[in-house]
């Protein structure tokens, strides 16, 4: 059986074979389509995009996570906001509803949660370590319930794990989060960027509640680039749409991105498309962001009227 995105979001149930857990278990793909139709094509950013731009508190030349909604629709038109677990100031309820409701009053979407805390470890051996980072990962998804997130995702380290600890501890994440309404991610990302096929043979392994979050910057190389989007797009539920440094015209030597577009689209992914691309400059952040909308809103137009008159 093809794991395609169609069969992977809608039909409900099918067996394959833990690659990584050999008779140990069947992995049960029994996923819910987590993505309302109101989010395709919709583009918005990681707010790691804007690293040096944001602040905890307000400051002069800086912006804060409460006034990010406002400047994102105003500014550049987006409406999509990928959440890093960095960029946030607290996690107090009253906080978070304050985010809440920044982003519902700019007429934007927080869709997901990075947790991108460092030092812990999920997979490690030693249970008193791997139980911190499973407890520390609760507390972030309870924080993505109460902002009404659909996603999170927990952060894979630079070495491979002990396959059959990873999956058991994803596990316990996913069956957390579902009581929570909010969807475990896999990510290319350390230990995943040099197998193109690592994100959806670990999503097989694990099962219900995770879905595919590809980064199209976070491969080894561009041959494995292609050949990863290409195998993970079928089953993406959102996108990393990374861009290196790029040039006042949009260059991007380092890949390229109308492939990386393409590939995603023939697959049948049509958002959302979150774009990670920082800058210390703010007003040439900006510009780049505003060209990248501009790329991204034309190759969609243009692969829409393509199909039309086919």
């Avoid at 927990?154 to 989060?177: F, N, Q, T, W």
């Avoid at 991610?185 to 999503?203: C, F």
């Avoid at 561009?222 to 006042?248: H, Q, S, W």
């Avoid at 800058?279 to 780049?288: A, S």
Wanted: with cysteine; charged share 25%; net charge positive.
């Amino acid at each position: 059986m093809d794991l395609t995105r169609r069969n992977f979001l809608y039909t409900g149930s099918g067996a394959f074979v833990a690659p990584f857990l050999g008779t140990i278990a069947q992995a049960r793909v029994n996923i819910k389509e987590p993505t309302a139709k109101s989010l395709d094509e919709s583009i918005g950013v990681t707010t790691s995009s804007m690293t040096y731009q944001m602040s905890a508190k307000p400051a002069k030349g800086k912006m804060t996570l409460l006034e990010l909604p406002h400047i994102l629709r105003n500014e550049l038109g987006m409406r999509v906001i990928d959440l890093n677990t960095s960029t946030l100031a607290s996690t107090d309820k009253k906080y978070l509803d304050q985010v809440r409701a920044a982003a519902d009053k700019a007429g934007c979407v927080l869709t997901n949660l990075k947790m991108n805390q460092r030092n812990l470890d999920m997979n490690s051996d030693d249970a008193a370590v791997r139980n911190k980072a499973l407890t520390t990962y609760k507390k972030s998804i309870d924080v993505a319930s109460d902002l009404g997130l659909k996603w999170a995702r927990p952060l894979p380290l630079a070495k491979r794990p002990d396959m059959k600890i990873h999956v058991a501890s994803y596990r316990e994440l996913c069956d957390y989060g579902a009581e929570r309404n909010v969807q475990m991610l896999v990510e290319n990302y350390g230990w995943m960027q040099n197998d193109p096929a690592s994100v959806v043979k670990l999503i097989k392994a694990i099962g219900d509640n995770v879905a595919a979050c590809p980064d199209t910057g976070n491969w080894d190389s561009n041959a494995l680039r292609y050949a990863g989007l290409k195998e993970t797009f079928p089953i993406a539920v959102t996108c990393d749409f990374k861009a290196r440094a790029m040039g006042p015209e949009g260059e991007h030597a380092l890949y390229d991105l109308k492939r990386c577009f393409e590939i995603g689209w023939k697959a049948g992914f049509r958002g959302p498309w979150c774009f990670e691309h920082a800058h210390k400059d703010r007003k040439i952040l900006f510009r780049d962001l505003a060209m990248l909308r501009d790329m991204l809103q034309a190759w969609m137009k243009a692969a829409t009227k393509e199909k039309a008159s086919s």
